[in-house]
């Protein structure tokens, strides 16, 4: 089955403890990315990565990592993660060309920084 | 000012019922359009998408564009309890961003 896989689902974490959030795809997809989802903002990319050990900033990159190694993998690194990182985190992947390629999202990595 | 504007809801309509979700934008470089859903727990999931202006309808769905007015629809005909969703309206000029509106939560009664 084609899908995006984030783990974990769920992360409750203190402030300034690094965390990886992992992102894995097997549809063989150039590109990924990152979003933050947040009510009344909705989604927002924080990163994203055309290809392996491509990537670039998006709309909100402070206080985030990512890296590009393999083309499956996406993974999101808080060094030093904030309580004004708490929120609901989104990886996606796509064939290259955005406008007339469905962008497939992981179900998603609920963030709690106390 | 954001540049790509939904009224967030929700809107509730009973099972039957026409709905029309709506989404203004700002960015003239814009060309592609999409709409996804987002059910609850679950990562969004496109629904609908169209390049530049026009109509595309598949099934009880219809998807708009006025670029004219920066303006997009979705139509919904016939809703069933089952589209009760949120629906993201989304759209790019390049290959490397899609922006978003802020969603719609549209429930749909018995």
């Known amino acids: 089955e084609a899908q995006v896989t984030q783990n974990p689902r769920y992360l409750i974490t203190v402030t300034g403890k690094k965390l990886t959030v992992t992102c894995s795809q097997n549809m063989n997809h150039e590109y990924m990315s990152w979003y933050r989802q947040d009510p009344g903002l909705g989604l927002r990319q924080i990163y994203y990565?055309?290809?392996?050990?491509?990537?670039d900033k998006g709309d909100v990159p402070e206080g985030y990592k990512v890296s590009r190694k393999e083309k499956r993998n996406f993974p999101l690194i808080l060094e030093s993660p904030s309580p004004n990182q708490t929120s609901l985190y989104f990886c996606a992947s796509s064939r290259l060309k955005l406008g007339n390629s469905p962008l497939h999202f992981g179900n998603g990595t609920r963030l709690t920084v106390t | 000012q954001k540049e790509v504007e939904q009224d967030p809801g929700p809107l509730s309509v009973p099972e039957g019922a026409i709905v029309s979700l709506n989404c203004t934008y700002s960015n003239s470089a814009f060309q592609y359009f999409m709409w996804y859903r987002q059910y609850s727990r679950k990562g969004p999931e496109l629904l609908m998408y169209?390049?530049?202006?026009g109509n595309k309808e598949d099934g009880r769905f219809t998807a708009q564009v006025d670029k004219s007015s920066k303006y997009i629809s979705l139509f919904i005909r016939d809703s069933q309890p089952s589209d009760s969703a949120t629906y993201l309206c989304a759209m790019t000029g390049t290959a490397s961003k899609l922006t978003f509106g802020t969603g719609t939560r549209l429930q749909v009664t018995l």
């Open positions: 169209t390049y530049s202006s």
């Open positions: 990565s055309m290809n392996v050990e491509v990537t």
